[in-house]
């Protein structure tokens, strides 16, 4: 599986707030942060996760008691020309061999303050992430992480550090097949993210 890792916290970069609500509707009836911690039946307020199966799984692993994140953001769709040749560049594969393409993203943030706040403590566990994505056999996907600023105010109490956004890339030979590759590839994502091996690398 190819993996990168990389850093957007510059002055003109976006910061991840939580929580969130759409500017134009509001908390009450548009898209918001939905704090699957707290709430884990709340899943159902995430169009994203209704829709996709794979992504509601991931949401509810990555939130759960024992995981070492929790989730702000996400959305998934199927892959416009330009994200397909941009992947198809990255993964070396070309159009014939995969026209179709699904891409996700998953906003996470660290639940452990110290390394909440500390960017060379980030850097140091995406690289560790990297180097556990790279020998997995999934050709035809890709992950790429971002550090980015984060601010974050709950239970009272505003934080700034930074999060890490998640896109899962996958290609096919038609959609269901791009999209069983993105399963697959979510699915392996989020074993390492839960695992121990990442925090012991």
Known sequence: MLAEWSVE????????????????????????????????????????????????????????????????KCDAWPMDPGELAATRLNLELSAAESPDGF???????????????????????????????????????????V??????ELAGRAQEGFAVSLYVKALGTDPPHAYEHWTRALEALVLLLRGKELSLA
């Not at 996709?52 to 070492?68: E, I, W």
């Open 103 to 145: 891409v996700s993203y998953i906003d996470i943030v660290w639940r452990e303050r110290s390394l909440f706040v500390s960017l060379p403590q980030q850097q140091q566990r995406l690289l560790r992430l990297v180097r556990l994505l790279d020998p997995l056999d999934h050709p035809g996907a890709a992950v790429e992480a």
């Open 147 to 152: 550090i980015r600023p984060a601010m974050v």
């Open 9 to 72: 916290c510059g002055a003109d970069d976006p910061v991840l707030v939580v929580p969130w609500s759409s500017p134009d509707t509001g908390a009450s009836s548009g898209p918001h942060f939905v704090d699957l911690r707290q709430n884990p039946y709340d899943l159902d307020q995430i169009p994203e996760a209704e829709l996709h199966p794979p992504l509601m799984q991931a949401l509810r692993a990555l939130n759960a008691t024992r995981s070492p994140v929790f989730t702000a």
